[in-house]
């Protein structure tokens, strides 16, 4: 496989992630204004991204295979767990 075909695979393998950290960090400003998150809009994406991509990953070794439902379902647990400690939702 030549390296631009690897990584056009590794770019949509991880373009989820991407999409789902994105729109968690604008919803962020549209739900939860009040809130006051523990990192910058850029470091909670960043963060969002790095947990999507290992959920994902995770999936991919416990299934074997890459675009199953319960690897879609971690990758939404997993950003909503994130999303939860970033806003600091422990503490109310």
């Known amino acids: 496989m ?3 075909t690897s990584l056009w695979h590794l770019l949509n393998f991880c373009a989820p992630a991407a999409f789902l950290a994105l729109l968690l960090v604008l919803a962020r400003w549209v739900f939860a204004r ?3 998150p523990l990192l910058p809009w850029y470091g909670q994406l960043a963060l969002h991204f790095l947990v999507g991509c290992a959920a994902l990953f995770a999936a991919l070794l416990w ?3 890459d675009g199953s439902l319960v690897g879609y379902a971690l990758l939404v647990l997993a950003l909503a767990s994130s999303q939860w400690v970033v806003l600091g939702s422990w503490r109310r």
């Open 2 to 4: 030549l390296a631009s």
């Open 34 to 36: 009040k809130a006051t």
């Open 63 to 65: 299934q074997g295979r």
